[in-house]
Nanobody, 122 residues
Framework: QVQLVESGGGLVQAGGSLRLSCAAS????????MGWYRQAPGKQRELVAT???????NYADSVKGRFTISRDNAANTVYLQMNSLKPEDTAVYSC????????????????WGQGTQVTVSS
């Protein structure tokens, strides 16, 4: 089974920092890409940041310069360091992994964690 477990969310004041972790139940070498998405109440889920096995990264314009995605392959974990947090960053943050995994078919699939709440107070 593929499981992604997020942690590190919480309540923080504007301007503060949080580090989110996404622990995978298998080697993250299995995945072509991993990343973070977020969804605020009444809004569509949006991409926050992604990273590939080749090391490339991609960020939403709204978080560039403030958020950093990284990975620890030995720990099967992807991180999202969030600095200079703003109230508009408040959302449920979900970990995503994409790849071909034995037992899940021939083509890449998306896997999702349960999400972790990030609340930024003004």
């Amino acid at each position: 089974q593929v499981q992604l477990v997020e942690s590190g969310g919480g309540l923080v004041q504007a301007g503060g920092s949080l580090r989110l972790s996404c622990a995978a139940s298998r080697s993250i070498f299995s995945f072509n890409a991993m990343g973070w998405y977020r969804q605020a109440p009444g809004k569509q889920r949006e991409l926050v940041a992604t990273t590939t096995g080749a090391g490339s990264t991609n960020y939403a314009d709204s978080v560039k310069g403030r958020f950093t995605i990284s990975r620890d392959n030995a720990a099967n974990t992807v991180y999202l360091q969030m600095n200079s947090l703003k109230p508009e960053d408040t959302a449920v943050y979900s970990c995503n992994a994409k790849g071909v995994v034995p037992g899940y078919g021939f083509y890449p699939k998306n896997f999702w964690g349960q999400g972790t709440q990030v609340t930024v107070s003004s």
